[in-house]
């Protein structure tokens, strides 16, 4: 049996990025106490961005084109899923470009929920690829600590047997009611417990008993691991771990705190993909996913690792990031503010299902049509081509990959828009296509007709009385 392992991996991490500094003095007045945390930076969603966005684009960025076709399961982790009950990964699945034979999963409760779901996919393969998700877009109570130590982010991995950058070793797994925090069905924040109680008998002895109990069934000292991964809002719990394990210290991956914050369910694999953006041929990868126990997977790196790059590494997603230090933006997008915008915001934002059903590879895949008389590709597939009016069937042409620049612009201060201004304008795809489409992500000092664009799936419109998010394609700058 060919060695099972990771084949390929991305990091999505939003370009917005809170100073922290500005959190604590927008709370100076009555918690100072924060100050002490104001260091470094926390990423956030923008107003269009979320889970299912964000693993989007991190599983878009793991596989190729080619490798699309062997993909046999996606399996999504998230703590903040947008829909409790409708399945996210199969929005991931179509949105991805993947088949729609493809088996999908959710999966949630416990912020180790995405080194779980790597763990079954490694113990337990099928034949076909897998794809393993994990996003978070954490929220948390203005003035806490939790405000200015989360962040959201998406990590994936494709798994299957073959060849690998990095081969699977074994795992261990841990079972407790240690609860160092928690959210109750319906509520929008997490409660923690005391910081000394959740270090001191959380990860300072569940965590070395299934990493001593996992060393001990492959034989292997803990002088031998590379790379510990291990998240842990609490400073200094990481190299407090790996003391008591034995690990060298310099084998501790940096957590990123001060560079996006914790990401919850995907920061053990973001981790994960800092080692393997450093690891050698032969190096030890152990990566912790803590929460009610603890799950331990450990990993080595092979020599095909050498040549491999990934599309999105996470060195790569931290250095798009743009610091923004509005408090009040960083409010309005994770609806702690419910700001009056006015009666041109008074609309009902309701989804007519069956026709998005009707159009499903259209509106989530952005698949176009290519007329089969005059080669013309045009988005949306009409009855008619638009160029030459053959009536024969257009034939699907995805555009969600396809290269495309700026042709017309405009910012559009009027209309609603929770980001204003509102960019809008022409694309002009490589292939000849032209598509009316909003823009996103824009700098206007960098952004001009002729600049280089990707697609990116968003959030259109949010229907606010039924609570159902409309997904639709916008156009990001590359840079």
């Known amino acids: 049996m060919s060695e099972i392992g990771i084949k390929s991996y991305s990091v999505c991490i939003p370009r917005l990025r809170m100073d922290r500094a500005a959190i604590a ?26 889970s299912i966005t964000m693993g989007v684009e991190a599983t878009r960025a793991c596989l190729t084109p080619g490798a699309k076709q062997s993909i046999g399961s996606l399996v999504f982790a998230s703590t903040t899923a947008p829909f409790a009950d409708l399945q996210n990964a199969s929005v991931i699945v179509n949105a991805s470009g993947l088949s729609a034979n493809t088996a999908t999963l959710d999966t949630a409760g416990s912020l ?46 494709r798994v299957g047997s073959g060849e690998t950058i990095a081969r699977f070793l074994g795992s261990a797994s841990s079972a407790s009611q240690f609860a160092d925090h928690f959210r109750a069905q319906g509520e ?42 291990m998240p842990a809002t609490i ?32 920061h053990p694999l973001i981790m994960l993909a800092v080692a393997l953006e450093k690891a050698a041929p032969g190096q ?13 997977v450990l990993l080595e790196a092979t020599d095909s690792i ?53 159009a499903q590879d259209q509106v989530i895949g952005f698949v176009g049509g290519r ?55 022409l694309v002009q795809f490589d292939n000849g296509a032209r598509v009316l489409m909003e823009m996103v992500d824009v700098d206007p000092a960098k952004f001009d007709v002729g600049s280089p664009l ?11 009385r039924r609570h159902y998010n409309r997904y639709f394609w916008k156009a990001a700058p590359t840079t």
Request: aromatic share 10%; net charge neutral; proline share 5%.
């Open 306 to 358: 050498r040549n491999y790059k990934s599309l999105s590494s996470a060195s790569e997603a931290l250095a798009r990031g743009v610091t923004d230090k509005n408090y009040t933006k960083l409010l309005s997008f994770t609806d702690e503010l419910d700001l009056d915008w006015g009666m041109r915001s008074e609309t009902d934002a309701k989804t007519a299902l069956t026709q998005l059903y009707r």
């Open 25 to 50: 003095a927008a709370h100076a007045w009555s918690l100072p106490a924060l100050k002490g945390l104001g260091k470094g930076e926390r990423s956030f969603c923008s107003w269009d961005e979320d």
């Open 235 to 266: 400073s200094g719990a990481a190299a407090a771990v790996a003391q008591r394990l034995k690990i060298r210290p310099e084998a501790v991956v940096d957590n990123l705190a001060p560079k996006c914050g914790d990401t919850g369910a995907a």
């Open 371 to 425: 007329c089969g008389e005059c080669s013309a590709i045009q988005f949306p597939r009409l009855a008619a081509c638009v160029n030459c009016g053959s009536t024969k069937p257009l034939t699907p042409y995805p555009l969600a990959d396809e290269l495309a620049k700026v042709a017309t612009f405009t910012a559009d201060w009027l209309m609603f828009y929770p980001a204003p201004p509102l960019y809008v304008g």
């Open 284 to 296: 030890k990868i152990l990566v912790i996913g803590f929460g009610a126990g603890c799950d331990a």
């Open 112 to 157: 180790r929920v995405g080194v779980s779901a790597l763990i079954r996919a490694l113990r337990s393969p099928d034949g076909s690829d897998a794809v393993i998700v994990a996003a978070d877009n954490r929220r948390a109570k203005p003035g806490s600590s939790q405000e200015m130590q989360y962040g959201s982010g998406a990590a994936a991995l």
């Open 188 to 229: 929008k924040y997490d409660y923690y417990w005391e910081e000394r109680w959740v270090r001191d008998e959380g990860y300072l002895k569940i965590i070395p008993e299934a990493v001593a109990r996992l060393f001990k069934e492959k034989g292997i000292g803990a002088d031998s691991l590379d790379h510990f991964c």
């Open 454 to 464: 990707r697609m990116v799936f968003r959030i259109k419109e949010k229907d606010t």
